[in-house]
């Protein structure tokens, strides 16, 4: 039988960049989900950007636990996609964790929709619903950290390909 | 009757968890449906019973505005042999909400032609003839002016029957063109 779920590619970090990039991702498959294992070198949260397209065309909702109170948010018109509200980066441990799924990914007809389902056992644990107002199929993904901060070395980033019958 | 459609104005939805890494090698494509035209009822029948669990991987359109929801069944059960737990949030508020014998359990998503939602939604045990069959999900849209939605959810069918159909019906309005629905079967 076909292979249905397949690794893309795999990074784990031997220097400490700002940005983790996944380029040239082949168009065969029907979702994709990246997941990842970080530190940084402050508290922040990493966020997500597609084809290097850096205006406002993202939107998001969110809902956050800390472990004394949850709370949901949104932002129109950002640019970029957050992908944590409470769980995010911390600067000594490899605490964050984060499995990211971009739905039908490769299709040039809708909008494109991510869900991202971080957690953090220091900080807290969210669930992200993510746009891409674009129909253009997603080649290229950036993920990102905010200013002052680097992806610490040993993070690690894998993309998969999940393709439907 | 749940959530999305219960949203206009103040509202909510909620469910989550799921939404696991399936080891690659054990992940396999089942069926996919992706429609053509607008469409209430989108079904899997003669489901294989070779797979431990069963994962369905939605991107859902709609056109209610406020948000839709979908009935999902079981092997055409529609007596009230269902129920529910959501958590959810809409970007303005945080909610729980349940419900005891209901005659389905619910898929939530999109009221929009073009950003679709992301469902997905894990069907544990369900070839499995000594339990009730439990699913979790994890549902997601936005639509970037008028509202959004983020959910953990689980819902129950209390049949120890093996899954064998799968029928997804909205509630209101139709499940629109593009929508796509993938079955996977993850093996032990």
Known sequence: ?165 | MPLVGSFAGASARAYGLGAGVALPGNFESIATTTLSSNQSTVTFSSIPQTYLHLQLRCSILGSVAAGNSAKMQFNGDTATNYSYHYLYGNGAIVASVSGTTQDSGYIEFTGNTTSPSANIMDILDYANTNKYKTVKGLEVFDMNGPTGYVSLNSFNWRSTAAITSIVVTAFSGTLNTNSIFALYGVKA
């Not at chain 1, 784990?12 to 990842?36: E, K, M, N, R």
């Not at chain 1, 909702?61 to 769980?87: C, E």
């Not at chain 1, 807290?124 to 905010?146: E, H, S, Y």
Request: net charge positive.
């Open chain 1, 1 to 165: 039988m076909a292979k249905t779920y397949e690794p893309i590619s795999t990074q784990t970090l031997g220097t400490a960049p700002t940005t983790v990039t996944f380029s040239s991702i082949p168009q065969t498959y029907t979702d994709l989900v990246l997941v990842f294992n970080s530190k940084s070198t402050t508290l922040n949260y990493p966020f997500l950007t597609v084809n290097s397209d850096t205006g406002a065309n993202y939107s998001r909702t969110y809902l956050a636990g800390s472990g004394s109170a949850a709370t949901s948010g949104r932002q129109i018109n950002p640019l970029f996609i957050y992908l944590g509200g409470d769980a995010g980066h911390d600067a000594s441990n490899f605490n964050y964790n984060n499995i990211v799924h971009l739905m039908n990914y490769s299709n040039t007809t809708t909008y494109k929709t991510i869900l991202s389902r971080a957690n953090n056992a220091s900080t807290g644990v969210d669930l992200v619903a993510g746009v891409w107002r674009n129909t253009a199929a997603i080649t290229l993904i950036d993920l990102k950290i905010p200013s002052a901060g680097v992806f610490s070395i040993g993070s690690t980033f894998t993309l998969y390909g999940i393709k439907a019958a």
